[in-house]
């Protein structure tokens, strides 16, 4: 039996909309912000969708078939450790990206910029050819 | 076969040692190994005569039914006896042709010999690909030489991907024409040959291979820019042998699929067109080698046209043809290479005089180009009057081919006699051109190769004996052709001497047609039209690279959000399902909980100050662990505290080093606006994905086998059972993870300590970007 859990849905959506507005910036340090956002909005909506409410799934304090589902539950609980990490991981990159170029901005692809204008650079030669 | 092949290629690795040691003429000693293939091969004409034919297999995988299955039947006899014959004039030629490159042309030529020697041999489909990608790449590396100059490098390059392009289509035909035989072996294909399905495409793209590899109209081009090669590379890969391989396909596969509608008349109209196309091409050629190119891609042409008309005496005029031409291009290339090299010219306005200094030189000439323009009683002339008589019986259709070749004949003629002339003849006007006089070995393998031509022609026999066997693959007319020098006086014989007689016409008034053909409009030049399509390719590529790839990270990410709300966001729509709504007392205690991460979330979002912003987020995450507790979850939101509380402690640690604020956003709201839109779709979208997925719960929980065993396991908390017990594995992974994580942190953290000892420009750049962040405070 399933409930149509409303706030929980709101809950998970406004995290998501938040995390990837964040993400969406070029601040590094909003983007570590960010992904931490994600990670608590992905973690309810790992329990939201894993089933309804329930009692603690603790034997002796409730009968099984009233204890709220405990698979989600191990997942989540692994999801938070892994995002732990990954945000350790990210802000020592931040960090670092800090000490080494004096600012923590996600920069364009130099690359991807010579390739346009050496297209612009010929384009401009052949109308003068 | 086999081992003759592998002698081939592992010698080739020896030629450069050899000819550090001996020079160039320590080739004379190289020729032996296509000279004992020949040798080898002409022992098995008896065999062929009594209908034996020499079969060998190598087993690579067979698991993958991969084999190297090897056939020598007539055709590929007469191939082989063709490459390995040409082959050792080649490179014997070469030791008196090339200089302090001979090593490593040598080298080529050895391996091109080896792999031309295995794609004429092989019956397998894949055996075959194999050997003809094989060749593609000798020619690259030969028409490229060094390196060193651009014209050589664009040649090769062209060539490279016209051939190339052509092979991988015919891949393609082939693993098609393979599965729809049900097996890969040429000769099981054509014994019992697939009809209907994928066959017709399989035949279109195995045209397609072969005409580019052939130099077809439209695919051409590339053969005459190769000419830039080494005239012996010319000589043997660009007229003798590698661009018949097409043909070869063409001839090989004609009997098993000349059944598709469009085979005959595709060979027939391509093969036509290319023959007087190019021929008329080489009227109009001043460089002696360009003009041997375009009479080269007009008797593929010739010969596509031959072995694509499936008809008995249209083969063995294909077969006779293919040895004439054979012959001799190959002489006249290597001819033209004698030329240049003592009189350091071979364009035909510069050269005069040459005759009357190399006579023996000059009348091996003529005998080739007698057998080009179909003089009796030359090899040519057998296989001219057999192509006469192929169309002469039939209908109209066949009628408008015989006038066809006709035409192309007449023109044939005139470049032949445009060629002597150009390279021999004493022109007024024109100053005697200097000559030294070649080395006796120079000019042998052209004469044995002019000679043969002329001994073939004499002895018909020699011709019925390897032609015959392969047109007898179709039924043959009442009257059995033969190839003979006097068939009396028929139609065909007529024919013959107007053509000759036409074309010395033609020849004699080149200078009145060269004025009425300036006055034309220009044909659509085929060598522009690829340039233009590899420059198309390149601005496509770089246009597409300049929409996809702007380099902004934010970018991408919208991008890869909005195709997720276009593509599974539209599904859902489609897919959502809605449970009863929760009960009311659930709602009072969620509701405060989640209104408070909301507006955490919220205030991260607008907050400046980096130190607030985090705080914010902490705030996310204990509401989060809160919303855990309401859902029955004490064990999480435990997690949760904590690790909330280390995260801070470690932003806080980092922070510690950085400006206090953010750097400020430019951005106007035109570039915003679009990651608002795709950020909040995502948010909408993944808040219905929650509804949906609780709804769509239809089967009981796994988990209450983990609940009802737990017990066995000793332990009163589920979840921990789960975690440490049930899948201890993944949570061992999980662990490793972190193990992995705190070895990278560290290792970045130390780095960025380094980074004192590092150059002094980078500190230096670091240290500026600071003051002015800190300005910018």
Redesign the interface.
Same mark, same amino acid.
């Given at each position: 039996m399933s409930y149509l859990d409303l706030t929980m849905a709101v809950a998970v959506a406004g995290l998501y909309a938040v995390g990837f507005l964040l993400l969406l910036e070029r601040s590094l340090m909003r983007v570590v912000l960010g992904f931490i956002v994600l990670g608590h909005g992905t973690n309810l909506l790992l329990l939201v969708a894993g089933g309804p409410p329930g009692a603690v799934p603790i034997l002796g304090l409730a009968e099984p078939a009233a204890m709220a589902d405990p698979l989600p539950q191990a997942m989540a609980l692994t999801a938070i450790v892994i995002t732990f990490g990954l945000t350790t991981f990210l802000l020592a990159l931040a960090y670092r990206s800090w000490t080494f170029t004096g600012h923590d901005e996600v920069r364009d692809d130099i690359e991807d910029r010579r390739l346009e204008s050496a297209e612009h650079r010929r384009q401009r030669e052949r109308e003068l050819a | 076969m086999l081992f003759l092949i592998a002698v081939h290629l592992a010698l080739a690795a020896v030629v450069p040692l050899l000819v550090r040691r001996l020079g160039p003429r320590g080739l004379l000693g190289v020729a032996l190994v296509p000279a004992i293939t020949f040798g080898w091969a002409l022992t098995q004409v008896p065999g062929l005569e009594r209908g034996a034919i020499h079969q060998e297999t190598l087993t690579w995988s067979a698991g993958l039914d991969l084999r190297f299955d090897f056939r020598l039947d007539a055709l590929a006899l007469l191939m082989l006896l063709l490459v390995s014959g040409v082959g050792a004039a080649v490179l014997a030629y070469s030791a008196y042709y090339l200089g302090g490159d001979a090593g490593r042309v040598g080298a080529l030529l050895l391996v091109f010999a080896g792999a031309m020697a295995g794609l004429v041999t092989a019956d397998h489909l894949v055996t075959l690909y194999v050997f003809w990608e094989l060749t593609t790449v000798c020619s690259f590396l030969l028409i490229g030489e060094q390196g060193i100059k651009e014209q050589s490098r664009r040649a090769a390059i062209q060539a490279a991907l016209v051939t190339m392009l052509g092979g991988l289509l015919m891949l393609l035909g082939f693993v098609l024409l393979g599965e729809a035989a049900g097996t890969y072996r040429l000769s099981e294909i054509l014994a019992a040959p697939p009809h209907g399905g994928t066959v017709p495409a399989a035949a279109a793209l195995i045209l397609l291979g072969a005409f580019t590899k052939s130099a077809q109209l439209p695919f051409h081009p590339w053969l005459p820019a190769a000419m830039v090669a080494p005239t012996p590379v010319s000589a043997y890969l660009h007229a003798a042998a590698m661009v018949k391989a097409g043909v070869y396909l063409i001839a090989r596969l004609t009997p098993g699929l000349a059944d598709v509608p469009f085979w005959r008349p595709v060979a027939l109209t391509v093969g036509l067109l290319t023959l007087i196309v190019a021929a008329w091409r080489a009227l109009r050629e001043t460089d002696l080698k360009k003009l041997l190119a375009y009479g080269t891609v007009s008797e593929l042409g010739l010969l596509t046209a031959l072995f694509g008309a499936a008809t008995h005496t249209a083969a063995l005029a294909g077969a006779v043809m293919l040895l004439a031409h054979g012959l001799f291009k190959a002489t006249l290339f290597l001819v033209t290479g004698i030329v240049d090299h003592q009189a350091g010219s071979r364009d035909l306005r510069e050269l005069s005089g040459v005759g009357q200094r190399l006579p023996a030189l000059s009348a091996v000439a003529v005998l080739a180009a007698a057998s080009m323009a179909g003089l009796p009683p030359f090899l040519g002339y057998l296989g001219k009057e057999a192509t006469y008589e192929a169309f002469w019986h039939g209908d109209t259709p066949d009628h408008l081919v015989l006038v066809a070749l006709a035409v192309g004949f007449v023109l044939t003629v005139a470049y032949s006699a445009r060629f002597l002339w150009g390279a021999f003849a004493h022109k007024p006007g024109v100053a005697a051109t200097k000559v030294t006089l070649p080395a006796t070995g120079f000019v042998l393998p052209a004469g044995v190769l002019g000679v043969a031509g002329l001994l073939f022609g004499l002895w018909p026999h020699a011709s019925n004996v390897l032609a015959t066997p392969y047109a007898d693959h179709y039924p043959s007319p009442v009257e059995r052709y033969h190839l003979a020098l006097w068939q009396g006086l028929t139609p065909t014989l007529v024919l013959s001497a107007l053509v000759i007689v036409l074309g010395l016409v033609v020849y004699a008034g080149l200078d009145r047609i060269t004025a009425v053909r300036q006055r034309l409009p220009a044909l659509p030049d085929a060598e522009r039209a690829f340039e233009r399509t590899v420059r198309g390719v390149n601005q496509i590529a770089?246009?597409a690279?300049?929409y996809t790839?702007? =380099?902004?990270?934010?970018l991408y990410?919208?991008t890869i959000?909005l195709v997720v709300l276009v593509g599974p966001g539209t599904m859902l729509l489609f897919g959502t399902t809605?449970?009863?709504?929760?009960?009311p007392d659930?709602?009072a205690v969620?509701?405060p909980l989640?209104v408070l991460?909301?507006g955490a979330?919220?205030g991260?979002?607008r907050a400046r100050n980096?130190l607030s912003?985090?705080l914010m987020?902490g705030v996310? =995450?204990y509401g989060?662990a809160g919303?855990?507790v309401?859902? =029955?979850?004490?064990?999480?939101a435990l997690?949760?505290f904590l690790?909330e509380t280390?995260?801070l402690v470690?932003?806080v640690l980092?922070l510690r080093?950085?400006p206090v604020r953010?750097?400020p956003?430019e951005r106007s709201w035109r570039l915003r606006w679009p990651?608002?839109i795709? @950020?909040?779709g995502? =948010?909408?979208f993944?808040?219905?994905?929650?509804?949906t997925?609780?709804?769509a719960?239809t089967v009981p929980?796994?988990?209450?086998e983990?609940?009802?065993r737990?017990?066995e396991a000793g @332990?009163?908390?589920?979840?921990n059972a789960?975690?440490v017990d049930f899948?201890a594995l993944?949570?061992l992974g999980?662990i490793s993870?972190?193990a992995v994580? @705190?070895v990278?942190?560290a290792s970045?953290?130390l780095?960025?300590r380094l980074?004192a000892i590092k150059p002094r420009r980078?500190r230096q750049? @670091?240290?500026?970007?600071?003051r002015?962040?800190e300005d910018r405070r």
């Open positions: - | 770089v246009g690279t300049r790839q702007a =380099g902004s990270l934010p990410l919208t959000l809605l449970a009863s709504p929760a009960p659930l709602v969620q509701l989640a991460v909301l979330a919220l991260v979002l980096r912003a985090v987020v996310v =995450g989060v919303l855990f309401v859902h =029955g979850a004490p064990d999480l997690t949760q690790v280390l995260t470690v932003v980092v080093r950085m953010f750097t956003l990651r608002w795709a @950020a909040l995502v =948010g909408l993944v808040g219905t994905f929650a509804v997925a609780t709804a719960r929980a796994v988990s209450r983990y609940a009802d737990s017990e @332990a009163r908390n589920v979840v789960i975690l899948r993944d949570t999980e993870v972190l994580t @705190a990278g942190v970045l953290v780095v960025t980074s980078v750049h @670091a240290a500026h970007n600071r002015t962040e």
